[in-house]
């Protein structure tokens, strides 16, 4: 069975950061591409950053830019998502999902995806 399984979220504090990270099981995520994506309470999901199947194209949102970095542990079948300087407005469930062969666009959600996790709670409060 294929699955990917978020960890890493939680509540932290204005500034703090936070290390996420999606792992694999059933599949070998060094062949996909992989994004996170964000959905905070009424609002539509956004895709946060992405990484392609080869490693050679990484993007990531206006919104957090020179503040999240997405890396990929081959080692551990998992894709991390580095949070820094972490806002109140980060606040929101974050998902993770591959697809096959999959690329990273400038504009991350014309990416399809067809695998995703269950998300992760991160909560940026003082």
């Known amino acids: 069975q294929l699955q990917l399984v978020e960890s890493g979220g939680g509540l932290v504090q204005p500034g703090g950061s936070l290390r996420l990270s999606c792992a694999a099981s059933?599949?070998?995520?060094?062949?996909?591409?992989v994004g996170w994506f964000r959905q905070a309470p009424g609002k539509e999901r956004e895709g946060v950053a992405c990484?392609?199947?080869?490693?050679?194209?990484?993007n990531y949102a206006d919104s957090v830019k020179g503040r999240f970095t997405i890396s990929r542990d081959i080692t551990k079948n998992t894709v991390h998502l580095q949070m820094n300087s972490l806002l109140p407005e980060d606040t929101a469930v974050y998902y993770c999902a591959a697809e096959y062969l999959g690329g990273c666009p400038r504009s991350i959600w014309r990416q399809p995806y067809d695998y995703w996790g269950q998300g992760t709670q991160v909560t940026v409060s003082s």
């Open positions: 990484i392609s199947s080869s490693g050679a194209s990484r």
């Open positions: 059933g599949f070998t995520l060094d062949n996909y591409g």
